[in-house]
């Protein structure tokens, strides 16, 4: 398709697994943001990418959260030993370049973590 | 002062009505300024981006007051379409955290 795509959409796991979270931004997109959203709230910036690099990953909440992307393109987001507190929606975006203020979204992936 | 501040409503107008946001920001050295629509459950897209001198699309005008520090959205003649949550992003110039920095978004419930 020639949206974002994430996946799963939804995620059910338990305290202490690990999760994977995956984006396949928009070809020829060079940077990759990744958000989460907790109910009622706004967006949290995580983490962005200008092609395979990570500038600023200083919105990580802590370091059981980790990101890549590779090839310039599909980019994971991983999330070890999940804490109930984790639970959100984890939106990525992407834009033709970094500093392009219009973003596109995903449908993001619903995280819930029991 | 927080970074980008909203009031986050809910506004309750009727169709027809004229209804208006506004959005603060704390960073005087700001640049970029935009309005993203989320709807429900749905993931946020861009409406409008906010120009100095200000700028019409069709029923809605963005305004942009650097001396206060503040940013305006109108919609004029809203609709049941235009229901959504309204959300302010100030692009953080210069600065790390991916630029971009939403506020928590006014809610908007247009009624029949």
């Known amino acids: 398709g020639a949206g974002v795509s994430q996946s799963p959409s939804n995620k059910v796991t338990e305290k202490g697994k690990d999760v994977e979270l995956r984006c396949d931004p928009i070809?020829?997109?060079?940077?990759l943001y990744w958000y989460r959203q907790s109910l009622g709230q706004g967006l949290e910036f995580l983490i962005y990418?200008?092609?395979?690099?990570?500038?600023?990953k200083s919105g990580l909440p802590s370091d059981r959260f980790s990101a890549e992307r590779t090839g310039g393109s599909v980019s994971t987001l991983t999330i070890q030993r999940t804490q109930q507190e984790d639970s959100a929606v984890y939106l990525c975006?992407?834009?033709?370049?970094?500093?392009?203020?219009?973003?596109?979204f995903g449908s993001g992936t619903q995280l819930s973590v029991l | 002062r927080k970074e980008v501040e909203q009031d986050p409503g809910p506004f309750n107008v009727p169709e027809g009505a004229t209804v208006a946001f506004n959005c603060t920001y704390s960073?005087?050295?700001?640049?970029?300024f935009f309005w993203y629509r989320q709807d429900c459950r749905k993931e946020p897209k861009l409406l409008m981006s906010?120009?100095?001198s200000g700028n019409e699309d069709g029923r809605f005008t963005a305004q942009l007051n650097r001396a206060s520090q503040y940013i305006s959205l109108l919609i004029r003649d809203s609709k049941l379409s235009d229901s959504a949550t309204y959300l302010c992003?100030?692009?953080?110039?210069?600065?790390?955290?991916?630029?971009?920095?939403f506020g928590k978004g006014t809610k908007l419930s247009v009624k029949p």
């Open positions: 992003v100030v692009n953080r110039d210069g600065g790390s955290q991916g630029n971009l920095i």
């Open positions: 960073n005087s050295a700001s640049q970029s």
């Open positions: 070809s020829g997109h060079t940077a």
């Open positions: 975006a992407s834009s033709l370049q970094q500093g392009n203020e219009k973003l596109f």
């Open positions: 906010v120009y100095s």
């Open positions: 990418f200008q092609g395979n690099s990570a500038p600023d």
